[in-house]
Protein backbone atom coordinates (compact mmCIF):
# COMPACT_ATOMS: atom_id res chain seq x y z
CA UNK A 1 0.00 0.00 0.00
CA UNK A 2 2.70 2.58 0.84
CA UNK A 3 4.75 2.32 -2.31
CA UNK A 4 7.55 4.86 -0.47
CA UNK A 5 8.18 2.25 2.16
CA UNK A 6 11.96 0.16 1.72
CA UNK A 7 10.17 -3.17 0.41
CA UNK A 8 12.24 -5.36 3.16
CA UNK A 9 10.15 -3.46 6.09
CA UNK A 10 6.59 -5.15 4.55
CA UNK A 11 8.02 -8.39 6.05
CA UNK A 12 9.56 -7.30 9.18
CA UNK A 13 8.49 -8.88 12.64
CA UNK A 14 8.37 -5.98 15.38
CA UNK A 15 9.80 -6.45 19.23
CA UNK A 16 6.70 -6.71 21.38
CA UNK A 17 7.21 -5.00 24.31
CA UNK A 18 4.37 -6.09 26.47
CA UNK A 19 2.25 -8.72 25.03
CA UNK A 20 -0.10 -7.19 26.95
CA UNK A 21 -1.59 -3.59 27.37
CA UNK A 22 -1.78 -2.92 23.76
CA UNK A 23 -2.55 0.87 23.92
CA UNK A 24 -6.07 1.77 23.41
CA UNK A 25 -7.30 -1.41 24.20
CA UNK A 26 -9.77 -1.70 26.77
CA UNK A 27 -6.92 -4.47 28.36
CA UNK A 28 -4.66 -1.32 28.94
CA UNK A 29 -5.18 -0.94 32.44
CA UNK A 30 -4.77 -4.31 33.26
CA UNK A 31 -1.31 -4.69 33.36
CA UNK A 32 -1.07 -3.65 37.04
CA UNK A 33 -2.70 -6.32 38.34
CA UNK A 34 -0.23 -8.86 36.67
CA UNK A 35 2.73 -10.12 38.32
CA UNK A 36 5.11 -8.35 35.39
CA UNK A 37 8.11 -11.24 35.58
CA UNK A 38 8.33 -11.23 31.34
CA UNK A 39 10.46 -7.84 31.34
CA UNK A 40 13.63 -8.64 33.74
CA UNK A 41 12.64 -5.17 35.49
CA UNK A 42 13.75 -4.50 39.18
CA UNK A 43 10.02 -5.56 40.92
CA UNK A 44 10.97 -2.62 43.07
CA UNK A 45 9.60 1.12 42.46
CA UNK A 46 11.99 3.78 42.70
CA UNK A 47 11.42 4.57 46.55
CA UNK A 48 9.38 7.57 47.86
CA UNK A 49 12.14 9.75 49.20
CA UNK A 50 14.53 9.41 45.83
CA UNK A 51 11.12 9.93 44.24
CA UNK A 52 10.95 13.02 46.02
CA UNK A 53 14.36 14.46 45.11
CA UNK A 54 13.41 13.83 41.89
CA UNK A 55 10.06 15.81 41.66
CA UNK A 56 12.16 18.82 43.49
CA UNK A 57 14.64 18.51 40.80
CA UNK A 58 12.31 18.94 37.71
CA UNK A 59 10.24 21.70 39.83
CA UNK A 60 14.06 23.72 40.74
CA UNK A 61 16.66 23.00 38.52
CA UNK A 62 15.03 21.81 35.29
CA UNK A 63 14.09 24.45 32.57
CA UNK A 64 11.61 22.72 30.76
CA UNK A 65 11.94 25.59 27.70
CA UNK A 66 16.12 24.30 27.29
CA UNK A 67 17.25 21.49 25.59
CA UNK A 68 19.26 19.11 27.52
CA UNK A 69 22.97 18.87 28.07
CA UNK A 70 23.81 17.36 25.02
CA UNK A 71 27.22 16.33 25.87
CA UNK A 72 26.04 14.56 29.23
CA UNK A 73 29.23 15.69 31.21
CA UNK A 74 27.86 15.47 34.58
CA UNK A 75 26.13 11.98 34.04
CA UNK A 76 29.19 10.47 32.22
CA UNK A 77 31.42 11.47 35.43
CA UNK A 78 28.75 9.70 37.73
CA UNK A 79 28.99 6.59 35.57
CA UNK A 80 32.85 6.50 35.04
CA UNK A 81 33.12 6.91 39.05
CA UNK A 82 30.25 3.97 39.34
CA UNK A 83 31.94 1.67 36.94
CA UNK A 84 35.57 2.30 38.34
CA UNK A 85 34.24 1.08 41.72
CA UNK A 86 34.43 -2.22 40.95
CA UNK A 87 37.79 -1.53 39.04
CA UNK A 88 41.06 -2.70 41.28
CA UNK A 89 42.78 0.55 42.14
CA UNK A 90 46.09 -0.65 40.61
CA UNK A 91 44.35 -0.79 37.57
CA UNK A 92 43.57 2.10 34.61
CA UNK A 93 40.58 3.78 35.71
CA UNK A 94 37.62 4.42 33.25
CA UNK A 95 37.60 8.28 32.37
CA UNK A 96 34.48 10.26 31.31
CA UNK A 97 35.41 9.87 27.62
CA UNK A 98 35.30 6.30 27.39
CA UNK A 99 31.20 6.73 28.27
CA UNK A 100 29.01 7.33 26.11
CA UNK A 101 24.99 7.60 27.66
CA UNK A 102 21.73 6.32 24.85
CA UNK A 103 17.91 6.46 25.77
CA UNK A 104 18.09 2.92 26.82
CA UNK A 105 21.19 0.90 25.59
CA UNK A 106 18.91 0.12 22.42
CA UNK A 107 19.53 3.18 21.45
CA UNK A 108 23.50 2.50 21.73
CA UNK A 109 23.20 -0.95 20.15
CA UNK A 110 21.95 1.13 17.13
CA UNK A 111 24.67 3.15 17.42
CA UNK A 112 26.99 0.75 16.94
CA UNK A 113 25.58 -0.82 14.50
CA UNK A 114 24.98 2.72 12.30
CA UNK A 115 28.66 3.52 12.73
CA UNK A 116 29.85 -0.16 11.75
CA UNK A 117 27.64 -1.83 9.35
CA UNK A 118 25.60 0.35 7.07
CA UNK A 119 26.04 0.94 3.56
CA UNK A 120 26.85 -2.82 3.03
CA UNK A 121 30.09 -2.92 4.89
CA UNK A 122 28.96 -5.67 7.56
CA UNK A 123 26.94 -8.13 9.01
CA UNK A 124 26.68 -9.03 12.51
CA UNK A 125 27.08 -12.45 14.13
CA UNK A 126 24.81 -13.70 16.96
CA UNK A 127 24.56 -16.70 19.20
CA UNK A 128 20.63 -17.90 19.19
CA UNK A 129 18.74 -17.67 21.62
CA UNK A 130 19.63 -14.16 22.94
CA UNK A 131 18.81 -11.19 23.33
CA UNK A 132 16.50 -10.25 20.37
CA UNK A 133 16.83 -6.67 19.96
CA UNK A 134 20.29 -6.99 18.52
CA UNK A 135 18.74 -8.94 15.32
CA UNK A 136 15.85 -6.34 14.97
CA UNK A 137 17.34 -3.37 15.21
CA UNK A 138 19.91 -4.62 12.55
CA UNK A 139 17.44 -5.92 10.19
CA UNK A 140 15.28 -2.37 10.46
CA UNK A 141 18.76 -1.13 9.52
CA UNK A 142 19.33 -3.26 6.94
CA UNK A 143 22.26 -4.99 7.91
CA UNK A 144 22.46 -8.89 8.00
CA UNK A 145 22.10 -11.21 10.48
CA UNK A 146 24.16 -14.31 10.80
CA UNK A 147 23.47 -16.71 13.71
CA UNK A 148 25.00 -19.81 15.06
CA UNK A 149 23.53 -21.94 17.57
CA UNK A 150 24.33 -22.65 21.91
CA UNK A 151 25.35 -26.06 23.73
CA UNK A 152 21.17 -27.48 24.28
CA UNK A 153 22.84 -28.51 27.75
CA UNK A 154 24.86 -25.56 28.73
CA UNK A 155 24.17 -22.51 26.34
CA UNK A 156 27.47 -22.08 25.49
CA UNK A 157 28.23 -20.43 21.95
CA UNK A 158 29.03 -23.14 19.40
CA UNK A 159 32.41 -21.33 18.79
CA UNK A 160 33.28 -23.56 15.97
CA UNK A 161 30.14 -22.61 14.18
CA UNK A 162 31.00 -18.81 15.07
CA UNK A 163 34.91 -19.26 13.76
CA UNK A 164 33.54 -20.86 10.46
CA UNK A 165 30.64 -18.49 9.87
CA UNK A 166 32.92 -15.78 10.23
CA UNK A 167 35.64 -17.29 7.85
CA UNK A 168 32.35 -17.88 5.39
CA UNK A 169 31.12 -14.19 5.53
CA UNK A 170 32.33 -12.18 3.06
CA UNK A 171 29.49 -10.31 1.58
CA UNK A 172 30.03 -8.48 3.65
CA UNK A 173 32.05 -9.83 6.45
CA UNK A 174 31.17 -10.12 10.10
CA UNK A 175 31.77 -6.61 12.22
CA UNK A 176 30.31 -6.85 15.17
CA UNK A 177 29.42 -9.73 17.66
CA UNK A 178 27.09 -9.20 20.13
CA UNK A 179 27.17 -11.46 23.29
CA UNK A 180 25.19 -10.82 26.66
CA UNK A 181 26.99 -11.57 29.70
CA UNK A 182 25.20 -13.35 31.79
CA UNK A 183 23.22 -13.95 28.12
CA UNK A 184 19.78 -13.41 28.03
CA UNK A 185 17.01 -15.27 28.07
CA UNK A 186 19.43 -18.84 28.83
CA UNK A 187 21.22 -16.66 32.45
CA UNK A 188 24.52 -18.08 31.61
CA UNK A 189 27.79 -15.75 32.02
CA UNK A 190 30.47 -16.06 29.66
CA UNK A 191 32.93 -18.91 30.32
CA UNK A 192 36.97 -18.79 30.20
CA UNK A 193 36.35 -20.62 26.41
CA UNK A 194 34.05 -18.10 25.26
CA UNK A 195 35.79 -15.37 26.61
CA UNK A 196 39.36 -16.54 24.96
CA UNK A 197 36.93 -16.82 21.80
CA UNK A 198 35.98 -13.25 22.24
CA UNK A 199 40.11 -12.44 22.79
CA UNK A 200 41.05 -13.80 19.65
CA UNK A 201 39.02 -12.38 17.26
CA UNK A 202 40.98 -9.58 14.79
CA UNK A 203 41.09 -6.05 15.28
CA UNK A 204 38.39 -5.49 12.35
CA UNK A 205 35.33 -7.22 14.48
CA UNK A 206 33.68 -4.91 16.97
CA UNK A 207 32.99 -7.49 20.39
CA UNK A 208 29.83 -5.92 21.98
CA UNK A 209 29.31 -7.69 25.64
CA UNK A 210 25.80 -6.51 26.74
CA UNK A 211 26.33 -6.40 30.76
CA UNK A 212 22.67 -5.39 31.39
CA UNK A 213 22.49 -7.90 33.94
CA UNK A 214 26.44 -7.01 35.99
CA UNK A 215 24.54 -5.84 39.09
CA UNK A 216 23.34 -9.18 39.83
CA UNK A 217 26.28 -11.33 38.51
CA UNK A 218 28.91 -8.62 39.45
CA UNK A 219 30.99 -9.90 36.98
CA UNK A 220 32.65 -7.49 34.28
CA UNK A 221 34.71 -7.25 31.49
CA UNK A 222 35.55 -3.60 31.81
CA UNK A 223 39.11 -3.96 32.87
CA UNK A 224 40.25 -5.51 29.84
CA UNK A 225 38.44 -2.03 28.01
CA UNK A 226 41.72 -0.54 27.86
CA UNK A 227 43.89 -3.33 26.26
CA UNK A 228 40.70 -4.15 23.62
CA UNK A 229 40.01 -1.28 21.05
CA UNK A 230 37.44 -3.35 19.42
CA UNK A 231 35.61 -4.10 22.79
CA UNK A 232 32.32 -2.53 23.88
CA UNK A 233 30.49 -2.74 26.92
CA UNK A 234 27.01 -2.11 27.24
CA UNK A 235 25.03 -1.40 30.41
CA UNK A 236 21.73 -0.41 31.43
CA UNK A 237 19.68 1.64 34.48
CA UNK A 238 16.67 -0.50 33.52
CA UNK A 239 17.60 -3.31 35.53
CA UNK A 240 18.80 -3.25 39.31
CA UNK A 241 18.69 0.72 39.49
CA UNK A 242 15.01 0.07 38.82
CA UNK A 243 14.81 3.53 35.92
CA UNK A 244 13.54 1.34 32.99
CA UNK A 245 10.49 4.06 32.49
CA UNK A 246 13.13 6.81 32.14
CA UNK A 247 15.72 4.95 29.43
CA UNK A 248 19.40 5.14 30.21
CA UNK A 249 21.58 2.82 29.37
CA UNK A 250 25.88 3.37 28.38
CA UNK A 251 28.62 2.03 26.32
CA UNK A 252 31.83 2.35 27.85
CA UNK A 253 35.14 1.58 25.52
CA UNK A 254 38.14 3.41 23.82
CA UNK A 255 37.13 7.15 23.30
CA UNK A 256 38.21 7.47 19.81
CA UNK A 257 35.30 4.69 19.64
CA UNK A 258 32.94 6.96 22.13
CA UNK A 259 33.81 9.70 19.76
CA UNK A 260 32.21 8.21 17.09
CA UNK A 261 29.21 6.63 18.62
CA UNK A 262 28.80 10.39 19.69
CA UNK A 263 28.80 11.29 16.19
CA UNK A 264 26.20 9.09 15.07
CA UNK A 265 23.72 9.18 17.61
CA UNK A 266 20.60 12.13 17.28
CA UNK A 267 22.44 15.35 19.50
CA UNK A 268 19.97 15.71 22.53
CA UNK A 269 19.35 11.72 22.89
CA UNK A 270 18.43 12.24 26.32
CA UNK A 271 15.58 14.45 28.11
CA UNK A 272 16.97 16.60 31.23
CA UNK A 273 14.64 14.56 33.39
CA UNK A 274 16.16 11.31 32.51
CA UNK A 275 19.81 12.24 33.22
CA UNK A 276 18.68 13.92 36.45
CA UNK A 277 17.19 9.87 37.38
CA UNK A 278 19.80 8.36 36.38
CA UNK A 279 21.83 10.83 38.50
CA UNK A 280 19.75 10.91 41.40
CA UNK A 281 20.17 7.15 41.30
CA UNK A 282 24.01 6.74 41.07
CA UNK A 283 24.20 9.41 43.79
CA UNK A 284 21.40 7.04 45.87
CA UNK A 285 23.46 3.81 44.92
CA UNK A 286 24.43 2.76 48.25
CA UNK A 287 20.73 2.59 49.03
CA UNK A 288 19.39 1.59 46.14
CA UNK A 289 21.64 -1.93 45.08
CA UNK A 290 21.18 -3.87 48.71
CA UNK A 291 17.93 -4.60 46.79
CA UNK A 292 20.07 -7.06 44.59
CA UNK A 293 21.27 -9.05 47.24
CA UNK A 294 17.48 -9.98 48.45
CA UNK A 295 16.62 -10.37 44.64
CA UNK A 296 19.51 -12.97 44.18
CA UNK A 297 18.36 -14.92 47.58
CA UNK A 298 14.96 -14.77 45.74
CA UNK A 299 16.10 -16.29 42.74
CA UNK A 300 17.99 -19.06 44.77
CA UNK A 301 14.74 -19.88 46.98
CA UNK A 302 12.68 -19.40 42.86
CA UNK A 303 15.38 -22.24 41.53
CA UNK A 304 15.21 -24.61 44.52
CA UNK A 305 11.08 -24.57 44.60
CA UNK A 306 11.00 -25.10 40.78
CA UNK A 307 14.10 -27.94 40.26
CA UNK A 308 11.71 -29.73 42.27
CA UNK A 309 8.91 -30.02 40.01
CA UNK A 310 10.05 -33.03 37.76
CA UNK A 311 8.56 -32.00 34.67
CA UNK A 312 10.79 -28.87 34.46
CA UNK A 313 14.06 -28.21 34.04
CA UNK A 314 15.68 -25.63 35.39
CA UNK A 315 18.53 -23.68 34.62
CA UNK A 316 21.30 -22.11 37.10
CA UNK A 317 21.44 -18.08 36.67
CA UNK A 318 23.67 -15.57 36.92
CA UNK A 319 20.75 -13.07 36.58
CA UNK A 320 17.74 -11.91 37.64
CA UNK A 321 15.41 -14.70 35.76
CA UNK A 322 15.21 -18.11 35.74
CA UNK A 323 15.56 -20.09 32.29
CA UNK A 324 13.24 -23.53 32.25
CA UNK A 325 11.75 -25.70 29.80
CA UNK A 326 9.42 -28.69 30.02
CA UNK A 327 11.40 -31.95 30.25
CA UNK A 328 8.93 -33.96 27.46
CA UNK A 329 6.73 -31.85 26.31
CA UNK A 330 4.33 -34.05 24.82
CA UNK A 331 3.42 -31.85 21.81
CA UNK A 332 4.66 -28.19 21.46
CA UNK A 333 1.18 -26.96 21.98
CA UNK A 334 1.62 -27.58 26.17
CA UNK A 335 3.80 -24.99 26.74
CA UNK A 336 1.92 -22.18 24.69
CA UNK A 337 -1.31 -23.33 26.92
CA UNK A 338 0.80 -23.43 29.75
CA UNK A 339 2.00 -19.95 28.97
CA UNK A 340 -1.43 -18.33 28.42
CA UNK A 341 -2.81 -20.45 31.61
CA UNK A 342 -0.28 -18.25 33.91
CA UNK A 343 -0.88 -15.32 32.41
CA UNK A 344 -5.07 -16.11 32.32
CA UNK A 345 -3.96 -16.25 36.67
CA UNK A 346 -2.22 -13.22 36.15
CA UNK A 347 1.59 -14.16 35.71
CA UNK A 348 3.35 -13.23 32.98
CA UNK A 349 6.23 -14.54 31.65
CA UNK A 350 8.70 -14.48 28.46
CA UNK A 351 7.81 -17.79 26.29
CA UNK A 352 10.80 -17.28 24.21
CA UNK A 353 13.60 -20.36 22.66
CA UNK A 354 11.01 -23.55 23.73
CA UNK A 355 11.07 -22.32 27.40
CA UNK A 356 10.10 -19.82 29.62
CA UNK A 357 12.08 -16.80 30.53
CA UNK A 358 10.64 -15.74 33.99
CA UNK A 359 12.05 -12.66 36.07
CA UNK A 360 12.38 -12.67 39.95
CA UNK A 361 10.36 -10.72 41.53
CA UNK A 362 9.02 -9.99 45.07
CA UNK A 363 8.50 -12.94 47.17
CA UNK A 364 4.62 -12.44 46.88
CA UNK A 365 5.02 -12.75 43.18
CA UNK A 366 7.89 -15.54 43.25
CA UNK A 367 5.32 -17.71 45.63
CA UNK A 368 2.47 -16.82 42.94
CA UNK A 369 4.86 -18.60 40.36
CA UNK A 370 5.85 -21.33 41.91
CA UNK A 371 2.45 -21.87 42.85
CA UNK A 372 0.90 -21.49 39.44
CA UNK A 373 3.75 -23.51 37.51
CA UNK A 374 3.21 -26.52 39.72
CA UNK A 375 -0.80 -26.32 39.05
CA UNK A 376 -0.28 -25.98 35.46
CA UNK A 377 2.47 -28.61 35.35
CA UNK A 378 0.16 -30.75 36.93
CA UNK A 379 -3.05 -30.77 34.65
CA UNK A 380 -0.79 -30.29 31.69
CA UNK A 381 0.37 -34.25 32.96
CA UNK A 382 -3.57 -35.30 32.82
CA UNK A 383 -4.73 -34.18 29.75
C1 LIG B 1 17.09 -5.36 29.48
C2 LIG B 1 18.23 -5.46 28.58
C3 LIG B 1 18.83 -4.33 28.08
C4 LIG B 1 18.36 -2.98 28.51
O1 LIG B 1 17.92 -2.22 27.49
P1 LIG B 1 17.51 -0.71 27.77
O2 LIG B 1 17.28 -0.22 26.39
O3 LIG B 1 18.69 -0.05 28.43
O4 LIG B 1 16.31 -0.72 28.64
C5 LIG B 1 19.91 -4.46 27.24
N1 LIG B 1 20.39 -5.68 26.92
C6 LIG B 1 19.85 -6.79 27.42
C7 LIG B 1 20.43 -8.10 27.08
C8 LIG B 1 18.75 -6.72 28.24
O5 LIG B 1 18.21 -7.84 28.71
Same mark, same amino acid.
Request: charged share 20%.
Given at each position: ????????????????????????????????????????????????????????????????????????????????????????????????????????????????? &?????????????????????? &?????????????????????????????? &???????????????????????????????? *???????????????????????????????????????????????????????????????????????????????????? *??????? *?? &??????????????????????????????????????????????? *??????????????????????????????????????????????
Amino acid at each position: MLEFIRSDLSEFKAYTPHPTGVPGHTESAAPLQYDQLDTNENPYDLPEDLKQKLTWHYTQAIRANRYPDGGHGQLKQAIADYVNESINADLPNISPTQISVGNGSDELIRSLL &IATCLRGEGSILVADPTFSMYG &ILAETLGIPVVRVGRSSATFEMDLVAAEAT &IARSQHPPVRVVFVVHPNSPTANALTDHELAW *LRSLPANILVVIDEAYFEFSQTSVVTELCQRPNWVVLRTFSKAFRLAAHRVGYAVAHSDLITILDKVRLPYNLPSFSQAAALVA *LQNRSSL *LP &IVTQLLQERDRLFQALTTLPDLQVWPSDANFLFMRLRQPANPDVITQ *LHAQLKAEGTLVRLIANGFRVTVGTPEENGRTIDRLKTGLNQAANC
